[in-house]
Structure formats: C-alpha cells, structure tokens
C-alpha cells in the first residue's frame, strides 16, 4: 500500500513541477530563470556535500572535481550516444528525455568511480589533511582536463555543433532531480547508514568500537556524494551548451562550502537554502560589483566566527516546524 | 508522509525564493523600460573584471569605456546618448551566460561587446545569438567564436591567420629552419596560436625541435628555458601575454639562451618592456598596427587614452576601443535602435577605417585585416613589416 | 648533464622559499593544528610591501642612473617588509583565528580559507591586478660554472634562507619563547597549566612565520621578476605540501621538504612536463600521506582514546 502512496505522490510532484515549468518559462525573463536553475544546481551540490562534509563529519573541500568529471562525462556520453538513440526512439522529446538521462546517469557514474578512487587512499586520512589531499585531487582533475586534447583542453568540450551541446536543461529536469537527490539523501541520512555516518562524524574511534566498519562507510558515502556532484556537473554541461576546465576551479569548490556552511553543516534543509544563497546573493551583490568578492570572502568569515553553525545547525525545517525539541542534537565536539 | 512535505517544502521554497527575485527583476524592468528607450542607446560589455584575469578584462573595458565617452561627447548616435553597462563574469563561464542574460533582460541592451577569451566568449555568444542580439569580441581568437551563429563577430584577427604571419614572417624573412614553441597551456589562444604556426611553419619546410609550455601566472619558467637552451632552435616562439613573455624574455637572457623570441598580439602592452628590459630587445611581434607608423586615429588614441587612465593602452585597451567603434558606426548605419538591424549593419562592415587598421567583416563573421610585424629595439616597438591576409 | 644540473640549482633555489614559507605553515600546524591558508597571502603581502617600500626610498632613482641598490637600503627594505607581515599574521591570529579557536576543526579551516580569499581580493583591489616588476634591490650578477648559470640572487636566496632557518632553529632550542613554543606543540593545555601565556607564544609564533614568509617574499620577487595579487596562492599550498613532507612541526622537516618540493617540481617541468609542475605536489603530498604520514623527519604520534 505505502508503494501506491509513494509512487502517486511521486507522479503528483512531478505534475506539479512540469505545471510549474510553464509557469516560469512564461513569467520570469530568461535572466531570473538562469539564476533559478542555478540554484537548483546548487541545490543538488551543496545536499551532496553536506552528506560527506556534514553528516559523516569529512572535509571535501575539492568536489568541483567531481563536478567537473559529471559534467565532461555527460556532455561526451550526450554527445556519442545522440545519434544510436535518436536512430531507435526517433527524434522528439521524448529521445531527448532519454539521451538526456542516459548522459547524466552517466556522468554520476563516472564522478562516482572519480569519487571511490579518491576516497580509497584518502578517508584513512583525518581532518585537514583529508581537507588538502581532496583539494589536490580536485586540482589533478582540473589540471588532466586542461591537457586533454580530446576534450578541448582550455576551451573546453562543447561537443560537435558549434552552438554547442544542446541544451536539454530546464527547470523540470533540475528539479525533479532535485527532488530525486533530496529524497535519496534524506531517505539515507535517517536510515541506519545514516546513523552510523553520523556517529563516526561525532567519534569515530568510538564508532569502530562499535562495529561500524567506518573506512568502507566513507568512501561510500564519498563516492555518493560524487556522483550527485556528476549530476550537477551533467545539469550544468547543458545549461551552458559547453564546459571548461576553468569552470571547476577551487573556488566552486569554495561555493559548494559555503552553501553547506550558510545553510548549517549536516542539515539537508540548510542545504537547500545555502545552495539557493549562493546563487542568488551574488547576483544581488552585482551593484558593489568590485567589491562582491571581497565582501564575500568576509560574509564566510563573519559567518564562521559569529555563527557557524549556519542557519539551522544539523536541525532540518520540519523540526524546527514541528517545534520538537527532540531532534536537536549539540554540535559536533572535538577532543582537546 | 514525513518526505514528501520535505520535498514540497524544499520545492516550492526554492521556487518561492526564486520568485521572490524574478518579481523584484521584473519590476525593476517594468519602471525602467520606457525611460531607457527614449533617451539613450544602452549597449552591454561582459569581461572579467575579477578573477586571475581581471587585468585583461579592465583593460579591454577602458578601451570600450573611451570610445564611448568619446562618441557621446560628440552628440552621441542617432540623437541619443550611449549608455554602456559593464558585467563582470569573475572568469566563470555560467556568470558570462548570466551577465548576457542580464543585460539583455534588465538592462535593455541593443547589443554586447566582449569577450577577452574565447571560451568565455562562447558561453555568453551561445545566450547572445539565442536572444538575436549581436555581440563584437574584441579580442577572442578561436575560430569556434563566430561560428555560433549569425549574431556573432570580431574585430581581431582569427588564431589560424595570425599563426601564419609569423610564420611566414620567420621562414620568408628571417629564414629560420629550427624553432622552438613555448606555448600556455591555460589559455586557448596560446594554444590555437601555436597550433596554426606549427602547422604553417612545418608546411613551408621549418621544423619545430622541440614544444614547451607553461601555464598562464607561472612565474618561473627556468625549466622550459634551461631545456630549450639545449636544442638546436634559431628562435623560440612565444605565442603568450605580455606578463609572461617578458619573464620568459629574462630567463633566456639570464639562462644564456640567446635566440630571437617571436610573437603575436598578445605581447602588446607598456609592461612587456617594463617586465622584459633589455632582454626583450631583438624579438619580433605580430600586431594590429605599429606605434610608429601610426595613422592619425590610432596617435589620438593612443595619446586620449594615456591623458584619462594615465596609462598607454595594451592592445586589449586598443582592441575595446576599436569594437565599440564599429559598433558605434554600424549603429549608425542602422539608422535605428533595432539589435536586428544593427546586426545587418556589422555585417555590412567595409573599409572601416579605425585604430588597428582597415577592417571589413567577411562572410565568416571575421574581419579581414592586415597585420603588423613589430621588432623591440631600445625598449620599443617599431615597425618591420607588414603581412596581408 | 649541465642541463640536469642547471635544473638542479634552479630547483634548489625555488625550494629554498618554499622552505621558508613552509616554517610558518609548519609552526603554526604544530601548536594550533591549524592549517593557516592565509599565510601564503601573508608572503603576498610581504612581496609588496617589500615592492613599495623599495620604491619609496628611491629604486627607480638608482636603476635609471645604472647603480646598485645600497645594501643598506635593502636590508631596510627587508626589515619593513619582515614587520609588515609580521603585523598582518598577528592581525589575521587575533581578529580571525582565535575567536575560533575552541571550535571544531572544520571551522577554524573554512575561517582560514576566508581569509586567504579576502586578501587575495583585497590584493587585487589595492595592488591592481596586472602584474608588477619588481625593483632591483639587488643587482644581478651573473656567473658560469660548468656551464651551468647561477645569479647571485639565487645564491643569496640559498644563503638567506638558511641563515634564517639556522637562526630559527636556534631561537627555538634556546630561547626561552622557543621552548614554549615547542611546549604548546607537544600539548598546549598542559603548558597552559605550567603557566606559559599561550595567547603570547602564539602571537610570536605568527609574527616569525609571517616575518620568514615576508623574507621569501622579497626574495620570491627578486628571483621571478614579476609579482600579483594572486602569486600567494599555489606557492603556498606547495609550501604547506613541503611542510607535511618534512613532518608538520619540524622545523629541519619543513626546509627539506622545501627543497625536495622544488627539486621535484623543476624536474618534474623539465623533464616531464610543464604541464604538471603543479600536479607533481599534490602526487607527493597524496604519497607522503599514505605511506609515512608523520612526514620524513617527523614523530609518529599515536591517537589516544
């Protein structure tokens, strides 16, 4: 019976979206929609990381990695696969939906593989230096990119037509994936995997007393996390029609943080608005248009040094809506 | 049930959020609207004004910049002032996309210039020629750039072509068999400028010993020399900007590599004389035009634009300049505030004589101009000589 | 083979100022576990303040008349610039770092990556962002052996740096601030319970690293000729790379790791690639930290529950 209930409210927020989709497309200038469909991008970035950065208590800080392999992968897979699919399915929408897709799974898996090969060697590692070993990789990654030939190494891969790879992107795709990669996560953080991520994020050795096997728990949940990076990364490639290696740099890296960071470390709702933050302040900052990054760069710090559990710690809206005091656990303590 | 209020409530948050600033977007544009119409000519220029590039995308703009003041201060084009609105794009190309869509939607713009590089040109030439507003690069060399679409053009000249002036220059009037290439690696006109040498040079029986590179804001470039230094290469050419260039140009110096360096436009700026002293004497360069043999037009800018930024231009500066003055002159041409017109216009570009010499806008969207072989003596350019397309 | 020597020189000479950057990342890692992202800003700062000063007492005068810079001038120069930087570490420790210092280690790292990126930004606003030739504060003098060139600036930098780290290595032995230092790093609630003032140590413990950073800088600029706002930030990761090779919170530690990150990175460009010149860090940092994570000369500590 719960499957029947799911699977209609499942089809409802879909409707519900495809309605709304209209809607924008009609009532906001393609300026405000590009800004909304970025913060949905951010969305799925910022739950992503907060799972590995959040929940499971890890510093990633050099995911635009991950992102970048999703969005090379997608748009490559796209672009091959564009032609078998349309010669079986026909061309329309609907082939579309499906090269679309096909791509974007794709490029989760890629990133996730990117993901299980980087966190191998690196979750034996503890906080700041797990922080600069994932920064480096992010970099490799970046830097392979650059000097793949193939792929256009700087100017990036923008497929064969020169108005680019074709821009599948709307706000239906982004938030129905939205919707699937909140679900997933959520679904994960309040299950008995998610349980055990967040003991090892509030000690770990007691955690490995406790049977959990907290290395292999890590990496998947770090290749998880990638591969909803590549989901992101894949939804960019074809919003932008193209991709660079000069998109991916340490500084998204620093964006996907402070979105987690915003929104309250180990909220999946902070996520959420951490993530559409980002999009959105920096073009509200646009007037101080010189002085956007400098400020920026305080906000974080302001931010850590005032309250940096962020918005709403590691409680989620519906606690705080449902004013249970129950699900408020104290903020992560470090040993002296 | 917990779940799905969780993913309504995130949806229609993020929508409402999101509304929230398409409405403020909207209104802005409402109450603008007729105003901007009326009195002015709002044209756009998207460059990085932040970011590790920031120094090129701010002197492309003061070059736009002056060319603006300029015409309106003059009684601007068609009885109308020009308004000029420059975006930032931090370097990333999603910000490019946002800043063309920006001025497009709230600014009201007729038509965009920009931008410095190439990839960022294409990611805001995708959103421009979707939209059907025209957009004039000042500087983007990748041939890709204007194959966009229709609403899409320059006014430098294109990678494969100016890999070839020099090529011709260094086989036909240096008559050099052995080169070397040190090339940057982040930074696709380096790239395409050292691809279409490559293959001009090889095809006209040069060899190429041996290819280095760098990264653009390497500052040590030791290695790359040390290793050069021990092949049999006349020259080494060094299709980068003028910050590398001239520390490359001292290393060799100091190193003992003392061969000819050879060039393209990207060497064009006060600080590759500064930065590469004396060291850089003796090397070639290809350009738009030669200081010394200046027409009329390019000594007044060139004198107009040290007199307001108290600084000579680099040939971004004279590049930015020179777009928006093709803008500025189709737009008259266009008889009419209309992007589509003034599309019809740029491409109807003829003998337009501006600061980097005579430009006509070819079928491709490129213009056809000659260039310019500079040699560096005594701190300066001067000219050598000059190659026709 | 003068070719591999020649890459030799110049790998050891870049590392020597890695090693001197890498003495600040590797002090302030000892007592704080902090790894202070800022401090390659901090030798930015250091470059430039090293930069205008130099153009103040009147560079530019002596370079047009084909002089040499007096040395006393430049020892000045130097002087300012090891102060400036010393004033701005202590700054960024008091205003950034310790009302974070309590907080779980997450907090005070992202505080550290904010305030890199403020005076990255800040840098570009106040330094513009085009590239600046530095001043020669030191004439350079060139000189052949074995057909390998070396330039007096590249000796003095070789020089410099270890005199400076001989110096530091001392005044931690000896002094009585050195001890106190090494005590916080060996753990600081128990030298906070002997009675040592550790907001104290601290404080002199960044004003060194950020005086050695300051140092690297000038020397950094005489060496690479140009200078930007952003020169700061892989220097000072691969500095950071350098320290954790050495084993973090070893001072002969950090300048071995120095000179190793530099040699490995001239090689790796000279005959490898350029291309990943930057990546070769990041391999060995990976490398270092899965098989002998104390780093070479560092002590293996073990977690007590």
């Known amino acids: 019976m719960r499957a029947v209930v799911r699977s209609a409210i499942a089809l409802a927020v879909l409707l519900l979206l495809y309605g709304l989709q209209a809607g924008v497309q009609a009532g906001f200038t393609e300026y405000a929609q590009g800004i909304i469909l970025l913060a949905g991008i951010n969305i799925i970035l910022a739950v992503g990381l907060n799972l590995i950065n959040g929940t499971t208590g890890q510093f990633s800080i050099g995911h635009a990695g991950f992102m970048a392999v999703g969005a090379y992968a997608a748009a490559f897979v796209g672009v091959k696969l564009a032609a078998p699919i349309h010669g079986v399915l026909g061309t329309g929408s609907f082939a579309d939906a499906v090269v679309f897709n096909v791509a974007l799974l794709a490029g989760a898996t890629f990133a996730g593989i990117c993901g299980l090969i980087v966190g191998m060697p690196s979750l034996r590692l503890r906080g700041d230096y797990l922080a600069v070993v994932t920064l480096g990789f992010g970099e490799i990654i970046r830097i392979l990119f650059n000097n793949a030939t193939f792929l256009g190494s700087a100017t990036g891969y923008s497929g064969d037509d020169p108005s680019g790879l074709p821009r599948y992107t709307n706000f239906f795709w982004v938030f129905a994936w939205v919707a699937v990669i909140v679900t997933l996560v959520h679904n994960l953080t309040f299950s008995q995997t998610g349980r055990s991520l967040t003991a090892i994020r509030e000690d770990e050795i007691a955690a490995e007393a406790m049977a959990t096997p907290s290395t292999r728990l890590k990496v998947i949940a770090f290749a998880f996390s990638a591969a909803t990076a590549g989901i992101a990364g894949g939804l960019f490639a074809h919003m932008q029609a193209g991709v660079r290696p000069e998109d991916f740099r340490f500084e998204k890296s620093i964006d996907m943080i402070v979105m987690i960071i915003v929104g309250g470390l180990g909220s999946i709702s902070g996520a959420i608005l951490g993530g559409i933050f980002v999009a959105v302040s920096l073009e509200l900052m646009r007037d101080l248009?010189?002085?956007?990054?400098?400020?920026?760069?305080?906000?974080?710090?302001?931010?850590?040094?005032?309250?940096?559990?962020?918005?709403?710690?590691?409680?989620?809206?519906?606690?705080?809506l449902r004013r249970k005091p129950a699900a408020k656990p104290a903020p992560p303590a470090e040993g002296a | 049930?917990?779940?799905?209020?969780?993913?309504?409530?995130?949806?229609?948050?993020?929508?409402?959020?999101?509304?929230?600033?398409?409405?403020?977007?909207?209104?802005?544009?409402?109450?603008?609207?007729?105003?901007?119409?009326?009195?002015?000519?709002?044209?756009?220029?998207?460059?990085?004004?932040?970011?590790?590039?920031?120094?090129?995308?701010?002197?492309?703009?003061?070059?736009?910049?002056?060319?603006?003041?300029?015409?309106?201060?003059?009684?601007?084009?068609?009885?109308?002032?020009?308004?000029?609105?420059?975006?930032?794009d931090r370097g990333d190309s999603a910000e490019a996309a946002n800043a063309v869509n920006r001025l497009i939607d709230v600014e009201k713009v007729s038509a965009v210039l920009g931008e410095v590089a190439s990839s960022l040109s294409l990611a805001g030439g995708r959103v421009a020629q979707r939209r059907k507003i025209p957009m004039i690069s000042p500087t983007s060399t990748n041939p890709k750039v204007t194959e966009v679409g229709d609403y899409i053009f320059r006014v430098c000249f294109i990678d494969p072509f100016q890999g070839k002036v020099m090529a011709t220059f260094a086989r036909n009037n240096l008559k050099l068999d052995k080169v070397a290439i040190l090339k940057d690696v982040k930074n696709d006109y380096s790239i395409g400028l050292a691809d279409a040498f490559q293959k001009a040079f090889t095809a006209s029986g040069g060899t190429i010993v041996v290819e280095q590179s760098y990264s653009q804001g390497d500052t040590d470039f030791s290695a790359q020399v040390t290793a050069i230094r021990g092949t049999p290469a006349q020259a080494v050419f060094v299709p980068g900007y003028y910050s590398e260039v001239g520390t490359i140009a001292r290393t060799a110096d100091r190193l003992g590599l003392k061969v000819p360096l050879l060039g393209g436009d990207g060497w064009d700026s006060p600080d590759l004389f500064k930065i590469g002293g004396e060291a850089i004497n003796g090397s070639y360069f290809s350009d738009h035009f030669a200081p010394d043999v200046a027409t009329e037009k390019s000594k007044a800018f060139v004198a107009n634009f040290t007199k307001k930024y108290g600084q000579a231009p680099t040939g971004l500066g004279a590049l930015g300049y020179e777009a928006a003055l093709v803008l500025i002159d189709a737009i008259k041409r266009a008889g009419k505030n209309d992007p589509n017109a003034i599309r019809e216009a740029i491409a109807a570009t003829k003998d337009f004589d501006g600061v980097t010499g005579k430009i006509t806008i070819d079928a491709q969207r490129n213009p056809q101009k000659s260039a310019v072989v500079l040699k560096v003596e005594g701190g300066k350019a001067k000219f050598e000589t000059a190659i026709a397309p | 083979?003068?070719?591999?020597?020649?890459?030799?020189?110049?790998?050891?000479?870049?590392?020597?100022?890695?090693?001197?950057?890498?003495?600040?990342?590797?002090?302030?890692?000892?007592?704080?576990?902090?790894?202070?992202?800022?401090?390659?800003?901090?030798?930015?700062?250091?470059?430039?303040?090293?930069?205008?000063?130099?153009?103040?007492?009147?560079?530019?005068?002596?370079?047009?008349?084909?002089?040499?810079?007096?040395?006393?001038?430049?020892?000045?120069?130097?002087?300012?610039?090891?102060?400036?930087?010393a004033l701005l570490g202590m700054a960024i420790e008091f205003l950034a770092y310790r009302p974070v210092r309590s907080a779980p280690r997450l907090t005070p790292l992202i505080t550290a990556i904010g305030v890199s990126l403020f005076l990255q930004n800040a840098g570009m606003l106040l330094f513009s962002p085009k590239p600046q030739t530095y001043p020669?504060?030191?004439?350079?003098?060139?000189?052949?052996?074995?057909?390998?060139?070396?330039?007096?600036?590249?000796?003095?930098?070789f020089i410099v740096a270890l005199g400076l780290m001989f110096g530091l290595h001392l005044f931690v032995k000896k002094s009585w601030t050195g001890r106190a230092m090494r005590a916080l790093s060996f753990n600081i609630d128990a030298a906070k319970l002997m009675g040592i003032d550790t907001n104290r140590v601290i404080r002199a413990t960044f004003a060194i690293g950020s005086g050695l950073a300051a140092a690297g800088g000038i020397l950094f600029g005489l060496d690479q000729i140009t200078i930007n706002p952003l020169m700061g930030v892989l220097t000072g990761l691969k500095a950071f790379v350098a320290a954790v090779l050495g084993g973090i919170g070893s001072i002969p530690g950090a300048v071995l790791g120095g000179l190793l990150i530099g040699l490995a990175e001239q090689l790796t460009a000279g005959y490898l690639s350029p291309e990943y010149r930057d990546a070769i860090t990041f391999v060995i940092l990976i490398l270092i930290l899965l098989l002998k994570p104390e780093g070479l000369l560092g002590i293996v500590r073990v977690e007590k529950v």
């Open chain 3, 1 to 85: 083979m003068t070719q591999f020597l020649q890459q030799l020189i110049n790998g050891l000479s870049l590392g020597s100022i890695y090693a001197l950057i890498a003495l600040g990342y590797t002090m302030v890692y000892g007592i704080l576990k902090l790894i202070n992202f800022a401090h390659g800003e901090v030798f930015m700062v250091g470059a430039y303040t090293g930069f205008y000063a130099a153009g103040a007492l009147g560079v530019a005068g002596f370079e047009a008349r084909h002089q040499s810079f007096p040395l006393y001038l430049a020892l000045l120069v130097l002087v300012i610039a090891m102060a400036a930087a």
């Open chain 2, 1 to 88: 049930m917990r779940l799905q209020r969780r993913t309504l409530i995130s949806g229609l948050c993020a929508t409402a959020l999101a509304s929230a600033i398409g409405c403020k977007k909207s209104a802005t544009d409402g109450a603008g609207n007729g105003a901007a119409e009326a009195a002015e000519i709002a044209i756009g220029h998207y460059a990085s004004m932040t970011g590790s590039t920031a120094h090129f995308g701010q002197d492309t703009d003061r070059g736009v910049r002056l060319a603006i003041e300029e015409a309106n201060a003059q009684g601007g084009v068609l009885n109308k002032k020009l308004k000029l609105v420059t975006l930032d």
């Open chain 3, 136 to 157: 020669a504060i030191l004439s350079e003098v060139r000189f052949e052996l074995f057909g390998v060139i070396v330039t007096n600036i590249k000796l003095t930098i």
């Open chain 1, 289 to 320: 248009q010189q002085y956007r990054l400098v400020l920026y760069a305080l906000l974080l710090i302001v931010i850590m040094i005032v309250r940096p559990e962020g918005l709403l710690g590691t409680r989620e809206l519906h606690h705080l």
